[in-house]
Structures are given as C-alpha cells and as structure tokens.
C-alpha cells in the first residue's frame, strides 16, 4: 500500500463507518420499565445513598474499578511533536483500543486545552490541578504525549497526591518494554548490566526514565552518559533541569559528542532523532554491543547496519523489524494487575515485576497453542523458527511478541504479586496462578465479543 493510499485508509478507519475509534457500551439491559427504573430514577438513589454513607462502595458498584483516564495536552505526540489537543485525540482514542484490546480495561481518552504558558509549553500546575479533579471518576491515570521537563513534575505531584495509581506511559512504558530486551540480551552476550557502559542519546522524558530506571535493575550511574541535542550531559553544561543534572553531575567521561561518548559502549539507547548512529559509531562500541535505536518511524541507525557492524543484538520502535519495543507489551498489563487489587501506586517494584515477566516470556518454550496464535499472527518469523525449541531466545528474540496470548496476564500478576508485597494494593489476591488463568480468560472472552 503506498503512502498516500495508507494515508486514504487510514481517514477512511477513523471515519467509517462512525468517527471514531471507541464507543460507550451498556453492561446491563434496558429493555423495560423496571430495567429502566433500576438504571435511573427512582432506583439509582439506592447505590447512590449506599456511596455517600461508605465512599469505598464506589468500587462495588459502579465502573470505575475498571476505568482508565488517558490524559493529554497533546504537547508531544509521538513522531509529531506538540500538535494539540483536538489533534492529540486520535492518539488517545487509539490508547483505548489497545487497553481494552488486550486487557479489557476501559478507557476514557481526555485531551485538555488552556494548560499552556505564554510561550505554549505544558504549564504543570494546571494539569495537575485538572487531574486532581478527575480523581473520583476513574480507578487509574496514564498520562500521554506530555512533554518534558513538565511530565516530570506533572507525574510525580499526582503520585503522591492521587490515591489511584499514576502512570506516564511514555516514560515508564518504554523503559519498562527496553529492560526486559536488555536483560534477556545480556543473557546472549554473556555480560552483567552493573558492569556495562551505557549511551543514551536524547535527554527528555523517554531517555530519562530508561536511565533511571535501568539504575533501579541494577545498572551503575557513573556508567551513563547521556546526550541531547547539544551534545553530552556533562559537568560544564549550564542551565540543565533537574532530571538532567543527575546525570551530568555523575558523568564520568571527556566526550563531547555522540560519536566520543560511543566508544567502548556495551549498549546504546536511542529515544531521538533517524540516522544520528553510524556503523563506524557501532563498531567503535565494545564486542558484542547491545543496540536499541527505537526512534520512530526512522530509528537511528537501522538494524542491518548495525548487525553489519558488529552488534550482537538490536532492538527498534517498529513492528517490521525483529525486538520491537512496543508499549503495548507494558500498559494493558500493568494496569490491569493494579486495578484488579486496587493499587494505590503504580511503583518500580510493579515496573520491575512487569519486566520480568516479558524477560521470562521469552525465554521459555511456547505452549502448542501459543505457537499456533503467534505462527498466524507472524507467518514470516514463524517460518524462520523463531518460535521453535524449549528455548527460543536468540538475538532476534529477546522480546516477546504483542500478540503473545500469555504477555497481558503474566504481566498484571507480577504486577499484582509486587502492588502486594509493597503494601499499595487494597485488594489480596491469594492465588495468583488461578488470577492468571483468570485474565487469560477474561481476554479470550472479550475477544469473542470483539
């Protein structure tokens, strides 16, 4: 399909054949006057009278146990910058099918206007005083396409002030999805990611939280350095916001550049911008470099060049090439893990749960009937074997695919096991293999509806 005909088809999905990606849809009938009595007037008064004399009750019954508010301003929407809100909404729309795709969990997708300062950046206290607000409707908050620095403090005030969890997906989800590909890559190449230099290049809300986050697995921080489009973080930069001063203060390095700061490298990370890596750059790296060049649509270096020059393993954003990192493999499932014990917080500990189990899915043979959804769902890969044998993981393989029927509930119940064990979840749940089935379940029951 050529560019403009996928771009015809594309206008023609969002359109027909009503606008628009998702719809409300009823969960009890309406068919009579006692159906209707019930649903309204008089009969709502009962759970309503209930909830203002127990507030918990909110969970029992109504939906806002299952309910997700998809939140953004529209300042950075992936691959097209600050487009708006009215713009932004397809995106958000888009959000909602996933979540309910893969882990039915619903969605409202809510794009604010007039949380702008003068000079049209994201002003944070607006937004986090307009998602205060929404706290008695929803059971979680994904934030969505906010841009840095504001995102950082716009996430990290509700956190503490909301007492349902709080994610920022284009933070965490990336961090969380590249972690589990970093692990299960270190495995192939032999290496122990406290020992190994990293190279993250962009500094913004994406390349931040890969960082830290790859810190709290075990990484050392004088092992990053960190560059943005002026170059290395470093002790001689000025004027760097807080996010990015950690690391400019840690830095242990004389580069300046990229290019310098890629020498001796055991892994590049790239949240930035198409073709800033070179094959000279993959081969300066060290033996057996870890590459994840996941600008999208154009990565920074693309996979062939960079296997050409030596790397051992290379993950992208994109579905066409072997190790997408795909958000998809991280939301659905966290949020569902920390909706069904009621999570107060979504924590690292839930992060690190959820990238274990992506790790793990990995390296672990596939059931009969898996394979036979994943070889329908990707006959090229499964032609090549990437599916066979007790252990699949190869360098073409080290993360899981979207449609992998076990990724959404081995995800929500380590997700689930850590919200207990760190005290945030509200709900206990005391088998945890019989919650899994249970989620497996669930998504192959919606699907049957779908």
């Not at 359109?15 to 008089?42: F, H, M, R, W």
């Not at 954003?317 to 939301?331: E, I, K």
């Not at 979840?425 to 989620?439: G, S, T, W």
Request: proline share 6%; net charge negative; with cysteine.
């Amino acid at each position: 399909m050529g560019k403009r005909n996928f771009g015809e088809a594309s206008l023609t999905y969002h359109n027909e054949p009503v606008p628009g990606k998702i719809a409300l849809k009823l969960t009890k009938k309406c068919e009579s006057q006692e159906d209707l009595s019930l649903a309204y007037t008089p009969g709502v008064a009962t759970p309503c009278t209930t909830i203002h004399e127990n507030p918990e009750d909110v969970w029992k019954y109504t939906a806002r146990g299952n309910l997700v508010a998809v939140v953004s301003d529209g300042t950075a929407v992936l691959g097209l910058g600050n487009i708006g809100p009215e713009a932004a909404m397809p995106v958000m729309e888009g959000k909602g099918v996933l979540f309910k795709r893969f882990a039915d969990v619903d969605v409202f997708p809510i794009c604010l206007k007039d949380v702008f300062m003068e000079d049209g950046k994201s002003d944070p206290k607006k937004i986090i005083e307009t998602v205060k607000r929404l706290e008695p409707s929803f059971g979680g908050i994904n934030l969505e396409d906010i841009a840095a620095p504001a995102c950082f403090e716009i996430e990290q005030t509700l956190k503490k002030a909301l007492s349902i969890p709080v994610f920022h997906d284009d933070q965490h989800g990336t961090a969380i999805i590249s972690l589990a590909g970093v692990i299960n890559a270190l495995k192939i190449v032999r290496k122990k990611i406290e020992d190994c230099k990293f190279v993250v290049n962009g500094a913004g809300a994406a390349g931040i939280a890969c960082a830290e986050y790859y810190i709290k697995a075990g990484a050392k921080r004088e092992n990053f350095v960190l560059c943005d489009s002026k170059g290395v973080l470093d002790k001689t930069r000025e004027n760097l916001n807080p996010e990015k001063q950690r690391f400019a203060d840690a830095a242990c390095t004389t580069a300046k550049t990229l290019k310098e700061a890629m020498v001796d490298a055991d892994i590049f990370v790239g949240v930035s911008v198409a073709g800033c890596v070179d094959k000279d750059m993959i081969r300066s790296m060290a033996r057996d470099s870890i590459i994840f060049p996941m600008a999208n649509p154009v990565p920074e270096i693309f996979p062939d060049e960079a296997l050409e020059a030596g790397a051992a393993v290379v993950g992208t954003g994109r579905s066409d090439f072997a190790n997408q990192v795909n958000n998809v493999l991280g939301f659905p499932g966290i949020f569902r893990g920390a909706l069904d014990t009621r999570a107060t917080d979504i924590n690292v500990e839930m992060y690190l749960g959820a990238s274990k189990a992506l790790s793990d899915i990995a390296s672990e043979k596939l059931p009969e009937d898996v394979h036979k959804i994943l070889s329908e769902s990707y006959p090229e890969d499964a032609a090549n074997g990437m599916f066979d044998g007790d252990k699949p993981l190869n360098n073409s393989y080290v993360i899981p695919k979207p449609f992998d029927p076990r990724v959404v509930p081995k995800v929500a119940r380590n997700v689930a096991e850590a919200a207990m064990k760190t005290g945030v979840a509200q709900i206990q749940i005391e088998d945890l293999d019989a919650y899994e089935k249970q989620v497996t379940e669930r998504i192959k029951s919606l699907l049957k509806t779908l």
